[in-house]
């Protein structure tokens, strides 16, 4: 069985670097897409409350681990994040335990703040709440998910841990350069939400021509990007096909040319809310 490349985040905790992002995965489904994927050698999960679908992950991780004596809890790489109602540092704790019940699990391995909200003014108080998770052992790592450079900053400089990851809209006709090298600098790890943009991506000429050349996927050749530039990629899948597909990736590699070719895609599209008009 393949597997994953995995990553290092900022405190130690590795993770794996090709995931199952569950993002409009009905949760009547979530359960047996998991399962497939675990079969098929993914170990990162990528959930939220407000997807609705956190107990199908819990339920597909337990019997997977219940079925396959080698592979234990610390194998698997579960994430959730906070929605936006429940900003604040008391109803984010409260909404912590509420996933872990539903996901049916002792702890998840990270917790990000799913938008930051910026004209409420609450992510760093949100924040403390989770740095208080993280000190306890609650959670294995915390971070934020789609904080612009303004957002990050004001972020680093009223709290104490930095975040371990910043999960944004990133792929080719976005590629989040600024945002990219700050995190760098400070040693976050970017994960890729929408790493295909939504399927629109893969239409690319450019795209569609690598595929061509590398024998393989459209999906594939972008996926392949990401992970070159050094990524967490999240790619939803509907499908147990397509979450096969999309893990094929660690037996072919891009020449500098290829990536070249897909640097030159950015045209700044993004394609999904901007991060300061979430409120």
């Known amino acids: 069985m393949a597997t994953a490349q995995k990553v290092a985040l900022n405190n130690g905790v590795h993770m794996d670097q090709l995931g199952f992002g569950l993002y409009k995965v009905p949760s009547a489904d979530a359960a047996g897409l998991c399962y497939q994927a675990l079969e098929a050698g993914y170990r990162h999960f990528d959930t939220a409350a407000f997807y609705a679908n956190e107990a199908g992950v819990g339920e597909a991780v337990m019997k997977f681990l219940a079925e396959e004596p080698l592979v234990g809890r610390e194998d698997i790489f579960v994430t959730t994040k906070l929605w936006n109602d429940r900003h604040g540092y008391q109803p984010a704790l409260d909404a912590y335990q509420e996933s872990l019940d539903r996901l049916g699990l002792e702890y998840a391995d990270l917790f990000l703040i799913h938008w930051p909200l910026p004209d409420r003014e609450l992510f760093s108080e949100t924040y ?13 790592a915390i971070g934020v998910s789609n904080f612009q450079p303004a957002h990050l900053r004001k972020l680093l400089a009223e709290t104490e841990v930095v975040p371990a990851v910043n999960q944004v809209e990133l792929h080719p006709w976005l590629q989040q350069r600024e945002l990219r090298e700050l995190h760098q600098e400070h040693g976050i790890r970017t994960v890729a939400w929408s790493p295909l943009g939504r399927g629109s991506v893969l239409q690319d000429p450019v795209i569609e021509e690598l595929a061509a050349r590398f024998g393989r996927t459209p999906a594939q050749i972008i996926l392949r990007w990401h992970l070159q530039l050094g990524n967490v990629a999240i790619p939803k899948a509907s499908s147990g096909e397509r979450l096969r597909e999309n893990f094929r990736v660690w037996d072919f590699e891009l020449d500098d040319d ?14 999904g809310s901007h991060p300061d008009e979430v409120n």
């Open 258 to 271: 290829a990536m070249q070719c897909v640097a030159g895609l950015e045209r700044n599209g993004r394609l």
């Open 128 to 140: 403390r709440a989770l740095e208080r998770l993280y000190h306890e052992g609650r959670v294995r």
